[in-house]
């Protein structure tokens, strides 16, 4: 039975190494190129770490009454091997706990670096809007006064005689109305940034 055990145990060690190898190399692809990272691997690391835990759990136990003397089918003498295993399934159990955690975390440090993602795309997404509204803000008193005064035909607006000067004016005035509008909304940045 011992020789067994010990098989088993030697395979659940087996198991472990290829868990971290795993582990790392998902580790790896997160950190480095993150647009091919699945976050799926992780669930599945730390699914098959459960099971594998649960496994070293109940291993563990049964080893823990054999070292106790609760089996009398054992000799005094093989208890001592037993130890040896009890120990070995003690610190792979400790193993798949640290993994575990490790997995724990690297989910939520996947999680970061999406909201972080997310926050970028935000950002750049409110910087465009308020340009775009900043534009509008400037152009909309243009825009209605050109609406207004582009409805008419020059003769209605000036007498055919004074039109040159007149659309001159105009146009001298939007400027100076864009320029003001402008202006206006710098000051409110300044004092926004303040706040």
Same mark, same amino acid.
């Given at each position: ?72 089918? #054992?000799?005094? +003498? ?6 040896? =295993?009890?120990?070995?399934? /003690?610190? !792979?159990?400790? @193993? $798949? ?23 970028? #795309?935000?950002? +750049? ?6 340009? =775009?509204?900043?534009?509008? /803000?400037? !152009?909309?008193? @243009? $825009? ?52």
């Amino acid at each position: 039975m011992h020789i067994i055990l010990d098989y088993i145990v030697d395979q659940k060690f087996t198991a472990i190494e290829s868990l971290e190898d795993e582990l790392n190399k998902t580790e790896d692809a997160m950190i480095g190129e993150h647009s091919d990272f699945k976050p799926a691997d992780l669930q599945y690391l730390r699914r098959d770490l459960l099971a594998l835990r649960k496994s070293l759990f109940h291993e563990r136990e049964i080893l823990l009454k054999i070292c106790r003397k609760d089996c009398h089918y #054992i000799p005094e +003498k093989a208890i001592y091997h037993y130890h040896d =295993l009890y120990d070995h399934l /003690t610190k !792979f159990f400790e @193993l $798949t706990e640290t993994d575990r955690e490790i997995v724990t975390s690297l989910i939520e440090i996947n999680l970061s670096m999406l909201n972080i993602k997310t926050a970028k #795309i935000a950002n +750049k997404t409110n910087v465009t809007l308020r340009r =775009l509204t900043y534009i509008t /803000t400037i !152009f909309m008193p @243009l $825009t209605l006064l050109a609406g207004i005064g582009g409805m008419s035909e020059w003769t209605m607006m000036t007498k055919p005689e004074n039109w040159k000067l007149s659309y001159s004016l105009f146009i001298l005035a939007m400027a100076v109305i864009g320029i003001a509008n402008y202006y206006v909304l710098l000051r409110f940045e300044k004092k926004d940034k303040k706040i």
